[in-house]
């Protein structure tokens, strides 16, 4: 090569590493060793982060506390299994503490209850009909009495659910629906008619599935939003009725093994629209041919869920991506991040990772919306997991892509905890990042009450208080996860870089079912650290 051509292949390697590195958002490394690799993540309301994986795999890279082994004559691997499938993280000293389950929580799903305890249930063989709990405590170091899971022995659920979905309702019940060979719901505290059938999760069967992990999202009207495969229903669980069917939406199987993901984008206003945003997904006989290099699909399809004739808005996304994880942001936007370009959900059945988060602005006209972000090094792939964190990061832990944990293979089980703090958090911002300083820790519904926040520059325009619910994790889509933003009066100055705001709490539970949320400030689409508040009747 002439010395010419080496000056421009020199020029274009630096605008490649510079447009690179110049793209939004940053990385980090919490915890080089889980453990374990989480495949369902969940963050409590004392600030601590619930990682599950499935129990009957042999060996995990966690010990249990000694003498608290597991003795199992039916695990596969090991009958006398003295390791941990599940941890606890502490985000203030990011140590990580193992925690003991003892059914099979392979494919489960969960979600916190009022109280703050989280409901976890089914799973597969012995944990198929199993209710468990979990209730956080205040992590102290060297204490003897440590918050731990608690598996329901009283009762059992109706139907095995393996692939179910969990969404909290209005009154603080959760309804649980679907899984494999179980096209019915049912509910925690468990009601008299025990499964009920739903017709719709059978008629969306294909010969792959693609009904499983059903995307639930509870609308401000009190119905449900159920989408599995192709297709959507409005659903009053009360009745067991199909109030609407949407159109279908094109592109593929979205659910199970197929999955995209799904948001409701947040709720504003006097909550009569509700949106829901589903991205991404596998192409149709990926799962069934075995084919791990099939494209993955990369549109979203956009519904107004609430309008009497809704119809699907179509986009595309920068990258094609399978098990994305849809997250919403305190700001409303949605970051899309995790997942493959190419395959579908299963053991050894999906590669080229992507690595490229990206920004779905929903305020944005169509076509402006997604903005790439700062690719991560780690490929996050089946069974990984993305939670908003209460100080605006997303904790992205998982990846397990073998039936066993299995650190040699391409794709190897991944151990690392990684953090991803979107732009909304670069040091150039921090001049306009409020403080929440005064907030209620209980709300009621439909009251009114102060939010106080500092920040240093003077406030320019409306800060928003937006709550955001604290999801299950699981599969590329986070159960139960909810952004309210909150009518506000604009900020009183009172004192030095000090404001009032005045918020209403949302209406009632349909809004918001009852249980703790983050709350967070916005300013100019910079949130505050998030305090908890527990959302009462
Ligand atoms: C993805 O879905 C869109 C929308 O229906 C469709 O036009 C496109 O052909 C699909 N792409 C692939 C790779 O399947």
Not at 357 to 366: A, E, F, G, S
Not at 516 to 536: C, D, E, H, K, T
Request: hydrophobic share 40%; glycine share 8%; net charge neutral.
């Amino acid at each position: 090569m002439s010395n010419m051509n080496w000056k421009l292949l020199f020029l274009f390697f630096i605008i490649f590493i510079r447009t690179r590195a110049d793209l939004p958002g940053t990385w980090e490394l919490l915890v080089p060793d889980a453990g374990i690799a989480s495949m369902h993540t969940a963050v409590t309301h004392f600030n601590t982060v619930i990682l599950l994986d499935r129990t009957n795999i042999g060996p995990s890279r966690k010990l249990l506390p000694p003498h608290r082994c597991r003795h199992d004559p039916t695990d596969p691997v090991l009958k006398k299994d003295c390791y941990a499938h599940s941890v606890l993280l502490d985000l203030s000293t990011n140590s990580i503490r193992p925690l003991m389950i003892l059914t099979d929580t392979w494919c489960s799903s969960g979600q916190f209850l009022p109280d703050g305890t989280l409901l976890q249930t089914g799973g597969a063989l012995d944990g198929v009909k199993k209710f468990r709990k979990f209730i956080p405590c205040i992590e102290t170091p060297n204490s003897a009495s440590l918050c731990d899971w608690q598996e329901l022995q009283d009762i059992e659920l109706s139907q095995g659910r393996w692939y179910s979905t969990n969404q909290i309702l209005p009154d603080g019940s959760v309804i649980i629906i679907g899984g494999r060979a179980s096209p019915s719901v049912e509910f925690y505290p468990p009601r008299k008619t025990g499964a009920v059938n739903f017709p719709f999760l059978s008629q969306v069967e294909d010969k792959q599935m693609d009904n499983l992990y059903p995307y639930v999202h509870l609308l401000p009207n009190g119905h449900l939003f159920v989408f599995a495969n192709n297709k959507a229903v409005m659903y009053d669980y009360n009745s067991n009725l199909v109030i609407k069917d949407y159109p279908v939406l094109e592109g593929g199987p979205r659910n199970y093994p197929s999955a995209g993901s799904s948001v409701m984008l947040a709720l504003t206003g006097d909550y009569s629209s509700a949106t829901i945003v589903i991205c991404g997904g596998a192409t149709y006989g990926a799962y069934l041919q075995r084919t791990i290099d099939t494209p993955a699909n990369g549109s979203c399809g956009r519904i107004e869920a609430t309008r009497p004739d809704p119809v699907w808005e179509m986009e595309n996304m920068p990258f094609a991506r399978i098990m994305g994880d849809m997250v919403m942001l305190p700001t409303g936007d949605v970051l899309i991040i995790n997942g493959a370009q190419a395959g579908t959900q299963g053991f050894e059945l999906a590669s080229d990772p992507c690595l490229y988060p990206v920004l779905y602005r929903r305020d944005q006209p169509i076509g402006l919306r997604f903005m790439t972000l700062n690719p991560g090094t780690v490929p996050r792939m089946y069974h990984s997991t993305a939670n908003l964190l209460p100080d605006g990061r997303i904790l992205i832990a998982g990846s397990n892509p073998h039936y066993f944990y299995n650190f040699k293979r391409a794709f190897p089980t991944e151990l690392r905890i990684e953090a991803f703090s979107p732009e909304y958090l670069a040091a150039d911002k921090a001049n306009i990042r409020p403080v929440l300083v005064e907030l209620p820790e209980k709300i009621a519904y439909g009251e009114s009450f102060d939010a106080v926040v500092t920040v240093e520059l003077p406030v320019v325009e409306v800060v928003e208080v937006n709550i955001a619910s604290a999801p299950f994790a699981t599969h590329s889509f986070s159960q139960g996860q909810r952004l309210v933003k909150l009518p506000v009066t604009s900020a009183v100055p009172e004192g030095p870089g000090k404001y009032r705001i005045g918020c209403t709490a949302p209406t009632d539970g349909r809004v918001a079912p009852p249980g703790y949320y983050m709350v967070f400030a916005v300013n100019q689409g910079v949130p505050s650290i998030a305090r908890w508040v527990q959302l009462i009747s």
